[in-house]
């Protein structure tokens, strides 16, 4: 049985139905090296090979065919602008420079991150399973291409709770031009009880729909019915022990709260000049920056999982998606404030228990599309994730791809690795992290996963 079943069992009981919620926190199954995670997804799939994974050998065989051997049985997203014309190596037009006591390779898309080198840990060998956006996304965020399975952050929040009361456990604030494909699947809560699914908040205006009160109704009123509907709820807790009502409950209380503290929340005023300056952010603005500022907040009060969303990465060279101009919008978005998320974490004694993910939901092939402008295609085989805080090391590089970028040549970490290494990190074992759905357990690491031992300090 897992913890969060643990929980929602003891709500079932009357006499502690009035104190437990099934977001309160809990033990976790080993001492946790981080306490919370700021998830920073990079939605679109950015390419390793122009921001972190520099191939000199890639660079000087531009325009050449690339060995057979490298695409004997492989398959990607768009094979006819791929291999239409056979695959040409495509090398990258950008400078790069190594930074930092490790020697880090950042190009010069990212130079705030760049100066950030020696708190991070970049994974260059990252491998997944599906290379169509929508089930690429929803495998990095459930460990499976299926829908109807609960996120990492509704995992997360089931196995060890929340340290807030008045704000969700697992909040998500998005930016960019559009959503992320595939929506609300990557942040929900699958079978697990509805209250531990991912809540989208705005950082603008109200900071969810329908939340104000409406007008005439005053406070002791709206308690008065919140209380009325509670009782109502608990009896049929009571009866059926049906998970889903102890969320109805807890959801409605949380409302309550949020009608406080989510415009409190959102309410930068309080946020030093020199602050706002460090993020690039601006009052009453949706942006990145402004969300990577909400993300701090949000962990001071007690989150325990935020997910930040930014679109587009795609980078096939049509419209919207070339690899330079496109390219280098994208990365100015993210660049200053990512790098001032880590900084401010850290002066703020945060960051050593806060453990920041940065990454997409795969990487780019090294061979170009056969479009009118250079760009590349969708690639599972390798790309670059980087980690900072909660445990994880300083200053370290971990795997190495061949002299294409096309592969692993040490260190492969799949993403059921890195689901498992997160949970580690968080006080959790990935294998004991279960719950019972049409007759059998499930996990997030689904029936792999191993820990990525040089991802831990």
Same mark, same amino acid.
């Given at each position: 049985?897992?913890?969060g079943s +643990?929980a929602?069992?003891?709500?079932?009981?009357?006499?502690?139905?009035a104190?437990v919620?099934?977001?309160?926190?809990r033990r976790p199954h080993i001492?946790?090296k981080a306490?919370?995670?700021?998830y920073?997804f990079m939605?679109g799939?950015?390419?390793h090979?122009?921001?972190?994974?520099?191939?000199?050998? +890639?660079?000087?065989? =531009?325009?050449?065919?690339?060995?057979?051997?490298?695409?004997?049985?492989?398959?990607?997203a768009f094979?006819?602008?791929?291999?239409?014309d056979?695959?040409?190596?495509?090398g990258? @037009?950008?400078?790069?420079?190594?930074?930092g006591?490790?020697?880090?390779?950042?190009?010069?898309? +990212?130079?705030?991150?760049?100066g950030i080198?020696?708190?991070?840990a970049?994974v260059?060998?990252c @491998?997944?399973?599906?290379?169509n956006?929508?089930p690429a996304k929803l495998?990095?965020?459930?460990?499976?291409?299926?829908f109807?399975?609960?996120s990492?952050?509704?995992?997360?929040?089931?196995g060890?709770?929340?340290?807030s009361?008045?704000?969700?456990a697992?909040?998500?604030?998005?930016s960019g031009?559009?959503?992320p494909?595939?929506?609300g699947?990557?942040w929900?809560s699958?079978?697990l009880?509805?209250?531990?699914?991912?809540v989208?908040?705005?950082?603008r205006g109200?900071?969810?729909?329908?939340l104000?009160t409406?007008?005439?109704?005053?406070?002791?009123t709206?308690?008065?019915s919140i209380?009325?509907?509670?009782? +109502?709820n608990q009896? @049929?807790?009571?009866?059926?022990?049906?998970?889903e009502?102890?969320?109805?409950?807890a959801?409605?209380e949380?409302?309550f709260?949020?009608?406080?503290?989510?415009?409190?929340?959102?309410?930068l005023s309080d946020e030093?000049k020199?602050?706002?300056?460090?993020?690039?952010?601006?009052?009453?603005?949706?942006?990145f920056?402004?969300?990577?500022l909400l993300a701090?907040?949000?962990?001071?009060?007690?989150?325990r999982f935020?997910?930040?969303?930014?679109?587009?990465?795609? =980078?096939?060279g049509?419209?919207?998606?070339?690899l330079?101009?496109?390219?280098?919008?994208v990365?100015?978005d993210?660049?200053?404030?990512?790098a001032?998320?880590?900084l401010?974490l850290k002066?703020r004694g945060?960051?050593d228990?806060?453990l920041?993910i940065?990454?997409?939901?795969?990487?780019?092939?090294p061979?170009?599309?056969?479009r009118e402008?250079?760009g590349r295609? =969708?690639?599972?085989?390798a790309?670059?994730m980087?980690?900072?805080?909660?445990g994880t090391p300083?200053?370290?590089?971990i795997?190495?791809?061949?002299e294409?970028?096309?592969?692993a040549v040490?260190?492969?970490?799949h993403v059921?690795d890195?689901?498992?290494?997160?949970?580690h990190l968080?006080?959790?074992d990935?294998e004991?992290?279960?719950y019972?759905f049409?007759?059998?357990q499930?996990?997030l690491t689904?029936v792999?996963?191993?820990?990525i @031992?040089k991802?831990?300090a």
């Open positions: 049985m897992g913890l +643990l929602l069992a003891d709500l079932i009981n009357p006499h502690l139905q104190q919620s099934p977001t309160s926190p001492p946790a306490k919370r995670v700021i920073l939605a799939g950015p390419s090979l122009e921001l972190f994974d520099w191939k000199p050998k +890639l660079a000087a065989l =531009h325009g050449q065919s690339i060995p057979d051997s490298y695409l004997e049985g492989k398959r990607f094979m006819d602008s791929s291999f239409k056979r695959s040409k190596l495509l990258t @037009r950008r400078a790069f420079r190594q930074h006591r490790s020697g880090t390779w950042v190009s010069d898309l +990212l130079p705030h991150i760049a080198t020696d708190e991070i970049v260059k060998t @491998r997944t399973n599906l290379f956006h929508a495998f990095m965020n459930t460990g499976t291409g299926f109807g399975r609960p990492m952050g509704a995992w997360v929040s089931y060890i709770g929340s340290e009361q008045s704000l969700p697992f909040v998500v604030l998005q031009p559009r959503g494909r595939g929506g699947v990557n929900g699958g079978f009880p509805t209250t531990y699914q991912g989208p908040l705005s950082g109200d900071p969810i729909l329908n104000a409406p007008q005439g109704i005053s406070k002791d709206q308690r008065e209380d009325a509907i509670g009782r +109502l009896s @049929r807790l009571a009866e059926t022990g049906d998970p009502i102890a969320t109805r409950i959801s409605y949380m409302a709260k949020m009608q406080t503290s989510a415009p409190e929340l959102i309410d030093s020199a602050t706002m300056d460090l993020y690039g952010a601006k009052p009453g603005q949706a942006s920056a402004n969300n990577c701090r907040r949000l962990i001071e009060r007690g989150t935020v997910q930040l969303y930014h679109t587009s990465w795609d =980078h096939h049509g419209p919207g998606e070339t330079t101009k496109d390219l280098e919008n990365t100015r993210v660049d200053q404030a990512t001032a998320l880590i401010d002066a945060l960051l228990d806060t920041v940065w990454g997409g939901e795969f990487g780019r092939t061979m170009g599309e056969n402008n250079p295609n =969708h690639h599972i085989d790309f670059t980087w980690f900072a805080g909660g300083r200053g370290a590089v795997g190495e791809t061949d294409f970028g096309f592969g040490e260190d492969e970490c059921h890195l689901h498992a290494t997160i949970l968080l006080g959790i990935h004991k992290l279960t019972r049409q007759g059998r499930f996990r689904d792999g996963g191993r820990l @031992r991802l831990i």
